[in-house]
């Protein structure tokens, strides 16, 4: 399995037809070139794991991936099913309005009860204990505990309807997908190819 700074490489190589340098690449996801040179090792492996073409190499040019249809074909489907729902929540058009709305609205909410002083307001920095006993320990206020599952259940149905429509133009296209496949099925029946 592949991180995310290799996807994001292995896609920004996808994308493009010439070869990219070390550098290049390098300042395309904000790491150090040794960093892309560990994950162009990964995505190589990768490749090999997958029996497709290892990473073309130019000691000049830098790199770039063989678009062989097996592979091209191969990677659209990997990059479908890495990430079915697309690009990250910024980038996604029907989960951005509650992400950039909702959730400073939660951030609002939760100062409010805290204001009011329903809930003492967090005392210190707990990291690494599990949610009920943090909650506690930062607040030092057992209704802390509850405070936290009425945030959960605020969040969910904030984005549920948003998600559920997104789901749907999902569906949609997989639907169009799976006809046009059905139908190109339909038609090699016809042909009759007995050879």
């Known amino acids: 399995m592949l991180n995310t700074r290799a996807v994001q490489i292995l896609k920004k190589l996808y994308t493009e037809d010439d070869y990219i340098s070390v550098h290049d690449l390098a300042e395309f996801t904000k790491s150090s070139s040794r960093s892309v040179r560990y994950n162009l090792q990964k995505i190589d492996s990768f490749l090999r794991k997958n029996r ?8 000049l040019k830098g790199v770039k991936i063989d678009k062989e249809e097996k592979t091209v074909n191969f990677l659209a489907e990997y990059f479908r099913k890495e990430n079915p729902y697309g690009f990250p929540v910024v980038y996604n058009p029907y989960l951005f309005l509650p ?18 002083g329903w809930v003492r307001a967090p005392i210190a920095s707990v990291g690494g204990m599990p949610t009920p006993i943090a909650q506690y320990l930062v607040t030092l206020d057992w209704k802390a ?4 599952p009425v945030i959960l259940g605020l969040a969910i149905l904030m984005y549920y309807p948003f998600f559920k429509i997104y789901e ?5 296209k ?15 029946k016809d042909l009759d190819l007995d050879f």
């Open 99 to 116: 992400f950039v709305i909702g959730t400073p609205l939660l951030g609002m909410f939760t100062y409010f009860i805290f204001d009011m």
């Open 145 to 148: 505990v509850l405070l936290v």
């Open 174 to 188: 997989e639907e169009l997908e799976t006809r046009a496949q059905s139908k190109e099925g339909d038609v090699l």
């Open 168 to 172: 749907k133009s999902v569906l949609k």
């Open 52 to 59: 497709l073409s290892p990473l073309q190499r130019h000691h």
